[in-house]
């Protein structure tokens, strides 16, 4: 019997390494969006500066991306796989007979929506920036730029239902990969348009409108090799679509927790001086890209493995995959916060002190990014932890939880923002993030038993100690080589260094601590394939 124990907790964890594998994948399409990302904000920092026009421009795109994450590529999601999953229990027909009510019904929804919304632009900016109505410049050019570019929404809504379609069929990469198209759009305008218009922002307007088309266009040959041609139907009487409304009503709030969070943030930042909107918008940049790879990735591959599971029955698989999921993106999410914590002031200078972005607009952002990465690690963790919820058709409880984390944000909100301006209101967001990951990781845990069991504990503790290893080889390459003050090229190479540097040490680190056999299973996995491929 020993023995036996003993090979059991030799063994790589098989569930591990397909779910790890499924995200890695979207992870890694994520990562070239994302640097593209990257290079579209260093030219927004370049074109637009951190002053009027830029706080004009990033609450108008906020707007449209506002309702985008709440109602499409979140709350739709979560709402529409656990659905389809079973429908395709039933046969393909039935299935593909649901997501075209479904797909009609999103149509009709938002074209009256975004008609409502370009009318009634006045309101909305009211109610997300009203610190702009006593500044005209500021109004009147979010106005503008508002107008053209909520239509966005519509665009990138029907393409987030192609993606919930897809990642159900395990065809992850294209969703992950299709956001590149959006950076491609505006970089394109930053660098062809805004050099030869009048607003700078209006071309930048016009390459948010061209990606969202560009988004939706490369949707349907996915969606036509998986069997499905999108047909209108108004067969909205169905039990499906009654149900699929059931979940995304309370996944409206759950889903979208941190989302609101940072929009709060962004509505207190319009009452304070000018620049901090801009602050806010930069350092969340940073942020979300360690919270695409890893929070937003791994829900992703895990939402429609947990509603497979869950669809059978097999509740111990989905437990599994639950426990696995945690350790893992804590495993992999602790390295980023060290990193944020230890080099926001470089990877800030070296990304945005360009142009109109000046030093002091550099150590604002810096600040504001530390305070972020705080809440990194629950930021993440609410992504997963709220995605296993709603596999298993828990909306209620991730509303109510979510709820009270807002009511918690605003409140730390009002008060640190009066000690530490816009990075008390970043700190307010990442601190609101734990509350609403201590609620539901407490109702997870009544549901599926015990979250961390000793392996998984294990693996985070090795990740702590890895973590702090990194920093101290952090340390000593900060004492044996300053960062530049001067010369972008160099302050590039010490970034990178810095980066690459960390990164082969904790990993070095990792296989030190015995993930040698999970690292030669996701090789495997690679070469044979498995389930979660797309």
């Known amino acids: ?88 229990e039933t046969g393909e027909e039935e299935a593909h007979r649901y997501l075209n009510a479904l797909a009609t019904l999103l149509l009709l929804i938002l074209s ?70 959006l950076n491609i759009a505006i970089i394109l305008a930053a660098l062809l348009l805004a050099p030869v218009m009048d607003n700078p922002g209006l071309a930048l307007a016009f390459g948010v409108l061209l990606g969202g088309a560009l988004q939706l266009a490369v949707q349907f040959p996915a969606l036509r090799q998986i069997g499905w041609v999108p047909r209108i139907s108004f067969d909205f009487r169905q039990s499906r679509i009654r149900e699929t409304l059931y979940l995304f009503a309370p996944a409206l709030v759950a889903i979208a927790a941190v989302q609101i969070n940072i929009l709060i943030g962004t509505i207190l930042a319009t009452l304070l001086d000018t620049g901090a909107v801009s602050y806010l918008y930069y350092a969340d940049r940073i942020v979300q890209l360690p919270l695409a790879l890893f929070g937003i990735a791994m829900s992703t591959a895990l939402l429609p493995a947990l509603s497979g599971h869950l669809a059978r029955g097999d509740s111990d698989q989905a437990a599994a995959d639950i426990k696995s999921g945690l350790a893992w993106l804590t495993w992999l999410t602790l390295p980023a916060v060290a990193g944020a914590l230890m080099l926001a002031e470089p990877i800030i200078i070296t990304l945005f002190e360009h142009g109109a972005f000046t030093h002091m607009d550099s150590m604002a952002t810096a600040a504001t990014l530390q305070a972020y990465a705080v809440g990194l690690i629950a930021f993440c963790w609410v992504k ?108 590039a190479a010490w970034v990178s ?23 030669n299973r996701l090789r495997k996995n690679e070469k044979q394939g498995d389930s979660y491929a797309p």
């Open 1 to 88: 019997m020993a023995n036996e124990s003993d090979k059991s907790n030799k063994q790589p964890d098989k569930p591990a390494s397909g779910l790890l594998r499924a995200a890695s994948r979207v992870g890694g399409w994520t990562m070239v969006s994302r640097m593209l990302g990257f290079i579209r904000d260093i030219l927004l920092a370049r074109v637009l500066g951190a002053g009027v026009l830029a706080d004009a421009f990033f609450v108008a795109f906020k707007l449209p991306n506002f309702f985008r994450r709440m109602f499409a590529e979140g709350t739709l999601t979560v709402a529409l796989v656990p659905v389809l999953s079973e429908a395709r």
């Open 112 to 181: 009256l929506f975004t008609l409502l919304g370009v009318l009634g632009m006045p309101w909305l900016l009211w109610l997300f920036a009203p610190g702009f109505a006593d500044e005209p410049d500021r109004w009147q050019q979010a106005l503008l730029l508002a107008r053209w570019m909520f239509p966005y929404l519509g665009l990138i809504s029907l393409t987030a239902l192609a993606w919930g379609v897809l990642n159900t069929y395990k065809k992850f990469s294209l969703a992950a990969a299709t956001p590149a198209l």
């Open 384 to 491: 997963l932890l709220a995605t296993a919820c709603y596999a298993g058709k828990d909306a209620k409880a991730p509303m109510r939880y979510a709820a009270i984390s807002v009511a918690i944000n605003i409140i730390l909100a009002v008060i640190l923002m009066q000690f530490w301006a816009y990075v008390g209101l970043a700190l307010a967001t990442s601190l609101a993030a734990f509350v609403n990951v201590a609620l539901l990781f407490m109702r997870l845990q009544n549901t599926h038993g015990t979250l961390i069991d000793a392996r998984n504990l294990r693996r985070i503790g090795s990740a702590v100690l890895a973590s702090l290893i990194m920093l101290a080889a952090l340390y000593l390459l900060e004492s044996l080589w300053m960062f530049p003050s001067a010369g972008k090229l160099m302050q």
């Open 497 to 519: 260094v810095a980066v690459g540097g960390g990164i082969i040490v904790y990993f070095g680190c990792a296989m030190a601590f015995g993930e040698r056999q999970l690292f």
